[in-house]
């Protein structure tokens, strides 16, 4: 663009003309930029965990972790947008500045503390086995050594099997609904995965269901960016309220029932 207004430049002599017209680009493109970093909020998270995450409609976004962004967006005046990706790539997206935080059921490890900074706590949650309801080869946690299972990459899930059980074969996914394709079509002996998550996924693939065999229980928080402590502290401040309310079990509720 510039050296084609250089290029006319020398040959019209125009000089004022196309200082003009550089200058008024340059501004709406400064000014385009500001007016979305000052007035946009960017939550980013994979929507495939509901009910924390998920898409209904026309791709809306909608869940618990939503809920609470929107309470966080208002606490500092801010519109919202929420950025879906997948769920390896949040950490990235918040490193690179692209999105302001991670709310996506997100449970907080030694290995995420040491590239991003965490909130408080506000959901507990458990990791759970589905399995085909004609499965009975798995009793008990030891059963997954040796067995095929499937989880979505990045989460506490795909963790917990690799480092756990040696000898399973781990087969990562992207999301939980290619997992479940894999249980249903006998190619994956299971899925590991969180309780709530599960129980949906369950809901609507009535050949599946979940295991009375608790693995680990974890807790989840929102992530930022290592440093961003303004935002950090405002985030705190809006779980810290929302628990004491109660609404964060009422978001939950809203989204299951």
Do not use: W
Request: charged share 30%; net charge neutral.
């Amino acid at each position: 663009f510039f050296i084609i207004l250089s290029y006319n430049f020398i040959i019209g002599g125009n000089m004022k003309k196309y200082i003009k017209i550089i200058l008024l680009f340059s501004l709406s493109i400064i000014l385009f930029g500001c007016d979305k970093k000052e007035d946009t909020l960017v939550m980013v998270t994979e929507a495939g965990f509901e009910p924390y995450e998920y898409i209904v409609g026309n791709n809306e976004i909608v869940g618990v972790d939503v809920d609470i962004a929107r309470e966080i967006a208002k606490e500092v005046g801010k519109k919202l947008e929420v950025k879906n990706v997948f769920f390896d790539s949040i950490i990235n997206e918040l490193n690179s500045g692209k999105a302001d935080f991670a709310a996506a059921g997100m449970s907080v490890t030694e290995e995420r503390k040491k590239e991003v900074d965490f909130s408080l706590e506000y959901i507990t949650s458990k990791q759970v086995i589905v399995v085909n309801k004609n499965n009975n080869s798995i009793k008990t946690k030891d059963d997954l050594n040796n067995k095929t299972v499937s989880v979505q990459g990045g989460t506490v899930g795909e963790t917990y099997v690799s480092k756990n059980f040696k000898n399973a074969k781990v087969v990562i996914q992207k999301k939980f609904l290619s997992a479940a394709e894999d249980v249903k079509a006998n190619k994956s002996d299971c899925i590991v995965m969180d309780e709530l998550p599960a129980k949906e996924l369950v809901s609507k693939n009535p050949t599946l269901t979940i295991l009375d065999i608790e693995l680990v229980t974890d807790k989840y928080a929102i992530a930022v960016k290592k440093g961003n402590t303004k935002l950090l502290n405002t985030i705190n401040k809006v779980l810290d309220r929302l628990m004491k309310e109660g609404k964060i079990e009422e978001y939950v509720i809203n989204h299951t029932s």
